[in-house]
């Protein structure tokens, strides 16, 4: 690629490149950080600034990025068969295989997959297959989908409407036969409840929600393990059983999206895996090609496969690139590696409860009101009252102030809101998650001085 200096970057990037969630005008006037080197855990800034990415690139680089033979497989299939589709009664070697391996490492009742190229796309697909499951099951009636308030499931018009944030719903509305109900977030909405006594509460909006539809209306609910975009937002250990029981009792079709917690964030491969509960599609994304090739997909449990495979005719759903054969490849040496390097294992018993640990030190810091972690992920929820939880303001001044400080402390992390969010790299050693909880604190005490002098 062509050096330029950063200045000459951002101006052509003001002028030519219009950027995913973003506010044109705003980017432009501030200038876009120009990211062009990547190693390891860290990334580095046309400028030379090294940044450790405590947010795996947008959770998807869960290997980090260096990963050669990632790299190798990819460039060996673009040798020997670059592309070719899955249409018109063709397959090829990488996407046959890799179907193998998404079955080993699934629920041992989830052994099809559909391909897309991206969670937003496997989140139309999900539609699409639960709305022909219930054809075939001659309950054509069943067509409502539930979903939940401050959910992401993706940027298509599908994906959107399932999702549950209301600024995206207000530029463009969404499509009928979309519901959405409470969320656990017991941080900011649980009052005067203990956490278990506000999971089963949320669950119980699922269990409202179904009989005032209808049940015989309801063909589906569909929900991150833990909400990922939304605020890492860690249900009450209450919430999935009582969820779970209630999918069970009034045989609704369940979708884990697992977009962000496949692929070992937890500790499990999926996340449905760590909570113990049943999904019958698991859409995936992101972490399964270590984020260097676009794949994703669904994973179809045995129960609506073999529907699909009955004499039902033609599925008419499908992407040029479906299984794709270079993001095929990428996905089966990103599994390899997963495996031979215990990366699952890894996160459970070790990776996982020290950066649980380091976290929580983090709880004394004056401006914060939790910490949360699973796995290898976390939330700080930034407050102006540790008691009363009190924000700053309401406009997520708090979150975007400690955004910057943390990123001229050379640590990328993210704000939702008031909330900073943390999904790095499995492959962190130890000390690395001491310099991520190093860098974070300074974060916090450099934002903590801007704020204190802001709204005192
Ligand atoms: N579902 C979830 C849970 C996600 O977090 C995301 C993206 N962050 C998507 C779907 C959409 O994925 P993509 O951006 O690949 O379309």
Known sequence: MTQHSTKDFQAADAQHYLHPFTDFKDLASKGSRIITKAEGAYIYTNDGQKLLDGMSGLWCCNLGYTQPAINKAVADQMNELPYYNSFFQCSHPAAIELSKELASVSPAHMNNVFYTNSGSEGNDTVLRLVRRYWDLKKQPNKRVIISRENAYHGSTVAAASLGGMSYVHNQFGKLPNIEHVAQPYWFKEGGELSREEFGVQAAKALEDKILELGVENVAAFI??????????????????PEVQKILNKYDILFVSDEVIFGFGRTGKWFGCDYYGTKPDLINFAKAVTNGFQPLGGVMIGDKVADVLKSDGGEFAHGFTYSGHPAACAAALATIKIMKDENIVDKVANDLGPYFGKRMAELSDHPMVGEVRTLGMVGAIELVKNKETRERYDSDGTAGATCR?????????????????????PLTLTHEQIDELVTKAKAALDQAYETLQAKFG
């Open 404 to 424: 910057d400080a943390s990123i001229a402390n050379d640590l990328v992390m993210r704000a939702t809101g008031d909330n900073m969010i943390i999904a790095p």
């Open 223 to 240: 929900a991150e393990p833990i909400q990922g975009a939304g605020g890492v937002i860690i249900p009450p250990e209450t919430y999935w």
